[in-house]
């Protein structure tokens, strides 16, 4: 659920016109809230974080609410380019924490822990199954 208290920032949609990422904007906490959709693939993930990453430079946030409960697919050849390309803009651009919402699905769910252990080196990382731990985690970090 989107709270009342966001602002909409960007939507970006599949190859077939579908819904793939919504990101919010939550002023309280300077918290960016991406809100995907579908089965994905690396490709998708790779063009939706690179759109969003762009996000930085106009929108003050410090932490990243990722909820894939909507999601299932095996996107894990976006890894290596989420570690190496995506994680040092990330990190100059002020990112903080993540916290990150699984999906249901199992193999997403491999893949979503493979992409936080490889970024919890360098910031604050948590995955949750539901949304109010992960923005009380949030508010913290």
Do not use: C
């Amino acid at each position: 659920m989107v709270a009342i208290d966001t602002t909409p920032v960007l939507a970006v949609t599949d190859r077939y016109g579908a819904p793939l990422a919504e990101f919010y904007y939550l002023p309280e906490g300077s918290v960016l809230y991406i809100r995907w959709h579908g089965n994905l693939t690396a490709e998708e993930v790779v063009r939706a974080v690179g759109e969003g990453t762009q996000l930085l430079a106009t929108w003050p946030f410090t932490r990243v609410l990722n909820d894939k409960r909507e999601t299932s697919g095996d996107w894990s050849d976006a890894l290596p380019w989420l570690e190496y390309e995506w994680l040092p803009l990330a990190v100059a651009g002020g990112i903080q924490a993540v916290a990150y919402l699984l999906s249901p699905d199992l193999e997403s769910q491999v893949v979503s822990q493979e992409f936080m252990d490889s970024i919890g080196r360098q910031m604050h990382t948590a995955l949750f199954l539901h949304e109010e731990p992960a923005r009380l985690w949030l508010a913290q970090h």
